[in-house]
């Protein structure tokens, strides 16, 4: 094996690309500066030429302001006379940089951005040299292990926002429910996978105790019995619990995107069609339970390739699913920045008074929290993706019929002890085929993906009465 291999070349290539071109044109800003249509609060001349005789001026100091007006006075409002229009304004990359979360929005796109350049790639060449797979260190993993921290990153931090303030009570319960309960759930898939789902934990928790013995062995260094999985079985289940956390108010925001996305006019056909099939795309997870596997493996329906894997299958649906939440982000972010308009019709029916600043800084929420939305939206789906990556490289799965078969580890442990070649490569010995495949799995779709699925399907179905019942205040 050269030292310059193609996956050093692709990864010096990938990081010139992110270091030169990305941070003077940036993929995330023109994602978000794309048409985007924002609302401008009115202002004090346009609210007083509205409601005239409501305004409360009638004590000498608020006369004193009625004839020498500042952009400093504060003047009150009856609710029901708000008879103004918002202006709308095309989203500017310059307003942008200001807003919060922008800079690891940014980071993020741009990244998953060369991520996936290095995948195509990739998979292009090994499609086309599919000799030289075994002969270089696949450089790509690193890649998308870099993009699943990043995208954790980034919903860890937005999550981190609820438990910062004593006012987000509501929120920070919603999550701790969240976790328990699919930590409870998850922890009783786990411990029932043989006859729930086909994910091939057991098998991999077994190779790897196996291969970690032998290779302890090899080395003369002793190595603690193992007899239950349940050690194994508890770590995982609180590491999804805790994803499952990070993906409750991007599950929740995702539903109310779709139900305003699809109130609105301006959809056509397609753009429907896709919203439906983005938010109903998690019952893929169907195809990691065992009594579907086995079925899909005994009747080869009419999507499947003859002798192709059902893992390949997998890793290809899941791809298509993220290219349909992605390509749905603009209709869904839109959707977010008309609450605007909904939020004044709102106003219009409740009683009481509001003042100018309150009014203002009501309508300019939505634009501030606009790249916080679009955190919640792109990350979850770039999470999969990488996972997924990840699934396809680290588990062996081809897109060709013939290279689908499950390859085994070339050689034992215990004979391979004595070669200089095995000793350099026991890491990818211990963390095999088997082991990641099983590991994996459980990142890409199964009970996480069914849960979120639910929570989507009951938080959109449920609408305004769910938000207003938890409290979440970022609309």
Same mark, same amino acid.
């Given at each position: 094996m050269g030292i310059v291999s193609f996956q050093f070349v692709l990864t010096l290539v990938a990081a010139s690309i992110l270091h030169r071109?990305?941070?003077?044109?940036?993929?995330?800003?023109?994602? &978000?500066?794309?048409g985007y249509v924002c609302y401008l609060p009115p202002s004090d001349e346009e609210l007083l030429k509205c409601v005239k005789k409501s305004a409360q001026l009638t004590s000498r100091r608020n006369r004193q302001r009625?004839?020498?007006?500042? @952009?400093?006075?504060?003047?009150?409002?009856s609710k029901q006379h708000l008879s103004f229009e918002l202006r709308p304004r095309l989203v500017s990359k310059n307003e942008l940089v200001y807003l919060p979360f922008c800079e690891e929005f940014l980071w993020m796109i741009d990244f998953a951005f060369v991520t996936f350049i290095v995948f195509a790639c990739s998979e292009l060449f090994y499609l086309l040299s599919p000799g030289r797979a075994n002969q270089e260190v696949n450089l790509s993993v690193v890649w998308y292990l870099i993009m699943a921290c990043v995208c954790l990153k980034n919903m860890f931090r937005m999550t981190a926002v609820y438990f910062h303030f004593n006012d987000a009570k509501g929120e920070r319960s919603l999550c701790i429910a969240t976790g328990v309960l699919s930590f409870f759930i998850i922890m009783t898939l786990l411990l029932f996978s043989d006859q729930v789902l086909d994910v091939g934990i057991r098998e991999a928790f077994d190779n790897f105790t196996l291969t970690t013995a032998d290779f302890y062995a090899a080395h003369d260094i002793r190595?603690?019995?193992?007899?239950?999985p349940a050690t194994f079985y508890f770590n995982l289940a609180w590491m999804l619990a805790l994803l499952s956390v990070l993906l409750t108010f991007p599950c929740f925001r995702l539903a109310r995107t779709y139900k305003d996305a699809l109130e609105s006019n301006g959809l056509n056909a397609l753009q429907r069609a896709a919203l439906h099939?983005?938010?109903?795309?998690?019952?893929?997870?169907?195809?990691?339970?065992? +009594?579907?596997?086995?079925?899909? &493996?005994?009747?080869? +329906?009419f999507f499947l390739i003859p002798h192709l894997d059902l893992g390949s299958v997998r890793v290809l649906v899941v791809m298509i699913f993220v290219a349909f939440r992605l390509s749905t982000a603009g209709p869904c972010l839109q959707a977010y920045l008309n609450l605007a308009s909904k939020k004044i019709a709102q106003l219009r029916t409740e009683a009481g008074k509001i003042s100018n600043k309150d009014l203002s800084a009501y309508i300019s929420s939505v634009f501030i929290y606009f790249v916080a939305v679009a955190n919640q939206y792109y990350a979850p789906p770039l999470f999969l993706f990488s996972v997924n990556c990840l699934l396809k490289t680290l588990?062996?799965?081809?897109?060709?019929?013939? @290279?689908?078969? &499950?390859?085994?580890?070339?050689?034992? +442990?215990?004979?391979?002890?004595? @070669? @200089?070649?095995w000793r350099m490569t026991n890491f990818s010995t211990i963390f095999n085929v088997t082991v990641n495949?099983?590991?994996?799995?459980?990142f890409s779709s199964p009970s996480l993906q069914a849960m979120r699925q639910a929570i989507s399907a009951w938080s959109s179905g449920s609408g305004d009465y769910f938000h207003r019942a938890f409290a979440v205040n970022w609309h």
């Open positions: 071109m990305l941070p003077k044109r940036s993929l995330g800003l023109w994602l &978000l500066s794309r009625r004839l020498h007006p500042s @952009d400093d006075a504060v003047y009150q409002f190595y603690p019995q193992v007899g239950s099939f983005s938010l109903l795309g998690p019952c893929c997870c169907l195809l990691w339970c065992r +009594p579907v596997a086995e079925r899909l &493996l005994e009747s080869k +329906p588990g062996n799965y081809s897109w060709l019929p013939a @290279d689908s078969q &499950l390859t085994a580890v070339s050689m034992t +442990p215990s004979s391979a002890a004595k @070669d @200089d070649l495949r099983g590991l994996w799995n459980n």
